[in-house]
């Protein structure tokens, strides 16, 4: 079966489905800097600062101050902003030449949760490796969860998308890495595509 037969719009997660990513690089980063072990990804990002940042209710200066207070960070800001950015790694162009191919026949966007530190990052992972020289060069229109002040898995920021782009929930596949976010999008109608980094890319989906 088609995965886009019936499909009028596409939605794309940034982070492990456009981008390359491995939280574990930001740890190991961070835990040069202080006597604690942070732990997995999940244990560190529990803390509600991640969530503020990434809603647009901490500035960048305030989360790198709250989270090196939290942690006991010795190090100063540019070296918090290149291992907090350790994360990212490669965005493929395949992948790119791919949206931007399918943007010729279907509403394509982008719907991240992400931060202005991390954001600013992958426009520059972005220039370097594709022809793009931004994300909104390549989707009708990118959504980011700091500047819409809500996030993933919350309905709300999906109902904003489709509201705003009368968007038909049945007609629109919603492509994450996260299954907590492909239920969220779920809730609300959205045709799913759960992408596990691991194991395979949209490029096996969706060529």
């Not at 049945?170 to 969220?184: P, R, W």
């Given at each position: ?12 997660d ?17 835990e040069?800097?202080?006597d604690?072990?942070l732990?997995e ?11 503020e ?13 709250n ?5 006991k ?11 907090w950015?350790?994360l990212?790694l490669?965005?493929p162009?395949?992948r ?7 943007s010729?026949?279907?509403q394509?966007f ?18 370097q ?7 909104k ?9 700091f ?6 898995p ?15 929930p ?15 999008a779920?809730?609300l ?10 194991q395979?890319?949209i ?5």
């Open positions: 079966m088609n995965i886009l037969e019936n499909i009028e719009a596409i939605i794309f940034l982070g492990g489905v456009i981008i390359n990513i491995d939280f574990s690089l930001t740890l190991r980063a961070l040069q800097y202080t604690r072990k732990g990804g999940e244990y560190l990002t529990k803390n509600p600062i991640f969530y940042f990434e809603t647009g209710k901490l500035s960048e200066k305030e989360f790198f101050e989270l090196t207070h939290i942690y960070l010795q190090a100063n800001q540019e070296q918090l902003v290149k291992a950015n350790a990212l490669d965005i162009e395949s790119t030449d791919l949206i931007s191919k399918l010729n026949k279907y394509t982008i719907l991240s949760n992400t931060n202005p530190t991390h954001l600013f990052e992958v426009e520059n992972i972005l220039r490796q594709t022809k793009a020289n931004s994300l060069e390549i989707v009708q229109k990118p959504y980011y969860s500047e819409m002040q809500k996030a993933k919350e309905t709300a920021i999906y109902e904003q998308v489709i509201e705003e782009n009368n968007l038909v049945q007609k629109t596949l919603f492509v994450d890495d996260s299954l907590a976010n492909i239920e969220g779920r809730k109608g959205l045709q799913t595509l759960h992408i596990n980094p691991k395979n890319s490029l096996d989906f969706l060529r």
